[in-house]
C-alpha cells in the first residue's frame, strides 16, 4: 500500500508559480506511474501530468504543456510539480496519485491517492 500527502498547494497571482510536492510512504523507485490531477469547482478530476522513470515517459494534458514540470526525486520518495505562468483556469484542487500501470495517464488506472491540495490563482 502506498500512501500519498501533497503540499505546497496555495495562493498564487496569474503568471507566478508554486511548486506541489508528494511524499509516498515507500518506495517509488521505478515501480509506480506517479501522476497529478486536479478537480476545480463544478467540474470533474482531470489528469494533469505523469511520469515513469524517466523524462521519456512524461506526459502532460494540453492545458499545462510548457507551463507545468513534473519531476521526482526517487531517494526521497517524492514526486514534484511545478507550476509556472499560472492562469485563473489552474484554480482547483491538486491530487498525487500512484499507478502500477507503466506510462499511464488513465485515471482509472490509479490505485492511490493522496488528500489533495488547493491551489487557488487570482487574476
Known amino acids: 500500500q502506498v500512501q500519498l500527502v501533497e503540499s505546497g498547494g496555495g495562493l498564487a497571482q496569474a503568471g507566478g508559480s508554486l511548486r506541489l510536492s508528494c511524499a509516498a510512504s515507500r518506495s517509488i523507485f521505478s515501480s509506480y506511474t506517479m501522476g497529478w490531477f486536479r478537480q476545480a469547482p463544478g467540474k470533474e478530476r482531470e489528469f494533469v501530468a505523469s511520469?515513469?522513470?524517466?523524462?521519456?515517459?512524461?506526459h502532460y494534458a494540453d492545458s499545462v504543456k510548457g507551463r507545468f514540470s513534473i519531476s521526482r526525486d526517487n531517494a526521497k520518495n517524492t514526486v514534484y510539480l511545478q507550476l509556472n505562468s499560472l492562469k485563473p483556469e489552474d484554480t482547483a484542487v491538486y491530487y498525487c496519485?500512484?499507478?502500477?500501470?507503466?506510462?499511464?495517464?488513465?485515471?482509472?488506472?490509479?490505485?492511490?491517492w493522496g488528500q489533495g491540495t488547493q491551489v487557488t490563482v487570482s487574476s
Open positions: 496519485a500512484a499507478s502500477l500501470v507503466v506510462g499511464t495517464r488513465t485515471q482509472s488506472h490509479f490505485d492511490h
Open positions: 511520469n515513469w522513470w524517466s523524462d521519456d515517459n512524461t
